[in-house]
């Protein structure tokens, strides 16, 4: 047989070992957004506030972020077995200790736990995938992959707020337990060892990265609270983030052995498309850290209908990713982006103009555009990025992409979290000031004579502005979010045309693409 036909990896029963790893990766990519409905119930549980309960999405991404780049490192100290087995194992107990926490500092905790064990487990998933299928099979199995990766985006809020409304919102986190357990299983019976080497890591460049990563995310989540540089705390932490960062771009681009190859930056393709990226994941998380809690508390449906009205998004996605290699190898990747991106601000700009009494029609179309934008944003901005790229860089190319597009989705939740903060807070007030005495359904004078009733109807009318101010500061970031869209798209005139892949390079660019 000729190498072609040969695939890296063999195994006993591929049908089951594949079984074993598709549902690890579901496993990790439904815990970014089956929490997301129950975001709500979770803050009245664990004593949090409305800004303080992002943490619960934050802190997941973020240490996602922070372990990615030591993807590689790891699978050459330890091997692609070892490394597996040893996530899904301490993905699953995080996922236990989530669903028993107590307080918001445990669940958080715990929480980035979870992501340091699941932030390997797309990638490896996409590894075994393609170690244990020969050249022919690549483009059908990749087709396969990018589908299941898009199962839980789509699945998570359905399950999540089926699983809050009829049991707890606990069990969003109890029910990775038999999943974990049957991946195990599998992988133990059918995942084979791979070969080890020493590699040297750029320990010294991952701790600069990881602080200034770190450090600019506490600046956004705890700025609104402590006034932001009002307070010494967040100056220090600025400080420190900006020192760290200015640290490790000097140490990367003077260092013999960087923990990035500072030759790939040369490829202005590849360059650019870290800032595609890391713009496509903080609209897409800001989105859906935003949509639960207007949902359900603007608009009243419960957890599960909220999962309901989210899960278009999802199919939109599907749909569009399934007929898009049709066009993969017949488009300039630059107008399927721009394409894109506009159909994602469109979608934005819609959901910035509705109103508290509103169908759910508008909710669902909005949806479906948003999930076909980001399909169309997701694969073209990967065959940007490594169409001109130099073989040799694309293992530590994929890592920095994850690292942005991750970093980007936890500066995305903290700084909509923050805007829809102060932006209540402005509206009350502003409303505020129209509620007159004139608008009370007794003179103010009166108010000592009809005591009971006019606090309660004054706390009515308290609640109204409060409504009213919140979807305003809903509308306002949705705005701001579609803006940024529109003005992203003039980059791509930097951007030069490179080859466009067919067949193996297609499909793996496109499941890259995907997670």
Same mark, same amino acid.
């Given at each position: 047989m000729s190498p072609a036909d040969t695939p890296p990896m063999r195994v006993r029963n591929r049908p089951l070992l594949l079984t074993g790893v598709m549902a690890a990766m579901i496993m990790q990519t439904l815990d970014t957004t089956i929490a997301n409905v129950a975001l709500p119930h979770m803050s009245a549980s664990l004593s949090a506030t409305r800004d303080t309960i992002t943490w619960v999405l934050t802190s997941y991404v973020l240490a996602s972020a922070v372990v990615l780049p030591l993807a590689g490192w790891l699978v050459d100290r330890v091997g692609i077995r070892r490394l597996m087995l040893g996530s899904v194992t301490l993905f699953t107990i995080a996922s236990m200790l989530c669903g028993a926490a107590q307080?918001?500092?445990?669940?958080?905790?715990?929480?980035?736990?979870?992501?340091?064990?699941?932030?390997?487990?797309?990638?490896?998933?996409?590894?075994?995938?393609?170690?244990?299928?020969?050249?022919?099979?690549?483009?059908?199995?990749?087709?396969?992959?990018?589908?299941?990766?898009?199962?839980?985006?789509?699945?998570?809020?359905?399950?999540?707020?089926?699983?809050?409304?009829?049991?707890?919102?606990?069990?969003?986190?109890?029910?990775?337990?038999?999943?974990?357990?049957?991946?195990?299983a599998l992988l133990l019976l059918y995942l084979p060892d791979t070969p080890r080497r020493e590699r040297r890591i750029d320990l010294f460049g991952w701790l600069l990265v990881a602080a200034?990563?770190?450090?600019?995310?506490?600046?956004?989540?705890?700025?609104?609270?402590?006034?932001?540089?009002?307070?010494?705390?967040?100056?220090?932490?600025?400080?420190?983030?900006?020192?760290?960062?200015?640290?490790?771009?000097?140490?990367?681009?003077?260092?013999?052995?960087?923990?990035?190859?500072?030759?790939?930056?040369?490829?202005?393709?590849? %360059? =650019?498309? #870290?800032?595609?990226?890391?713009?496509?994941?903080?609209?897409?998380?800001?989105?859906? @850290? +935003?949509?639960? $809690? &207007?949902?359900?508390?603007?608009?009243?449906?419960?957890?599960?209908?909220?999962?309901?009205?989210?899960?278009?998004?999802?199919?939109?996605?599907?749909? %569009? =990713?399934? #007929?898009?290699?049709?066009?993969?190898?017949?488009?300039?990747?630059?107008?399927?982006? @721009? +394409?894109?991106? $506009? &159909?994602?601000?469109?979608?934005?700009?819609?959901?910035?103009?509705?109103?508290?009494?509103?169908?759910?029609?508008?909710?669902?179309?909005?949806?479906?555009?948003?999930?076909?934008?980001?399909?169309?944003?997701?694969?073209?901005?990967?065959?940007?990025?490594? @169409?001109?790229?130099?073989?040799?860089?694309?293992?530590?190319?994929?890592?920095?992409?994850?690292?942005?597009?991750?970093?980007?989705?936890?500066?995305?939740?903290?700084?909509?979290?923050?805007?829809?903060?102060r932006n209540v807070q402005l509206n009350h007030a502003e409303i505020g000031t129209h509620v007159t005495s004139a608008l009370l359904p007794f003179a103010g004078d009166m108010n000592s004579a009809f005591a009971p009733i006019s606090g309660a109807v004054l706390g009515v009318v308290d609640a109204m502005v409060n409504q009213q101010a919140a979807m305003i500061a809903y509308l306002d970031d949705f705005l701001v979010m579609s803006l940024g869209c529109i003005a992203a798209i003039p980059l791509l005139l930097l951007v030069k045309p490179g080859a466009r892949p067919t067949g193996q390079s297609a499909a793996s660019a496109a499941a890259e693409g995907a997670h």
């Open positions: 307080s918001l500092d445990q669940m958080v905790a715990f929480r980035v736990l979870q992501g340091l064990a699941g932030a390997f487990l797309a990638p490896l998933a996409q590894t075994v995938i393609l170690d244990t299928s020969t050249m022919a099979e690549r483009p059908r199995m990749m087709s396969i992959y990018t589908q299941g990766v898009m199962l839980g985006p789509i699945s998570g809020p359905i399950i999540g707020g089926y699983l809050t409304d009829n049991f707890n919102w606990r069990w969003v986190f109890y029910v990775n337990l038999p999943v974990g357990i049957g991946c195990l200034a990563v770190s450090a600019m995310q506490l600046v956004l989540d705890r700025g609104e609270d402590r006034d932001w540089f009002a307070s010494g705390e967040i100056v220090i932490e600025a400080i420190v983030a900006a020192s760290c960062l200015w640290m490790a771009v000097v140490h990367l681009s003077t260092a013999k052995a960087p923990l990035f190859p500072t030759a790939m930056f040369a490829d202005r393709n590849f %360059s =650019i498309g #870290l800032v595609f990226i890391g713009l496509i994941g903080l609209v897409m998380m800001s989105v859906m @850290a +935003l949509l639960p $809690g &207007l949902l359900q508390q603007i608009y009243g449906y419960s957890p599960f209908q909220s999962g309901m009205l989210l899960a278009p998004r999802g199919v939109g996605m599907l749909i %569009s =990713i399934t #007929l898009f290699g049709r066009w993969m190898t017949r488009v300039d990747p630059r107008a399927l982006l @721009a +394409l894109g991106l $506009g &159909l994602m601000s469109l979608s934005l700009w819609l959901m910035a103009h509705w109103s508290i009494d509103m169908p759910r029609l508008p909710i669902v179309i909005s949806g479906l555009i948003q999930g076909v934008g980001l399909s169309f944003s997701f694969m073209p901005v990967n065959l940007i990025s490594f @169409a001109t790229l130099s073989p040799q860089f694309r293992t530590d190319a994929s890592g920095l992409s994850n690292l942005l597009r991750n970093l980007g989705s936890s500066v995305g939740i903290a700084a909509a979290s923050v805007l829809l903060s």
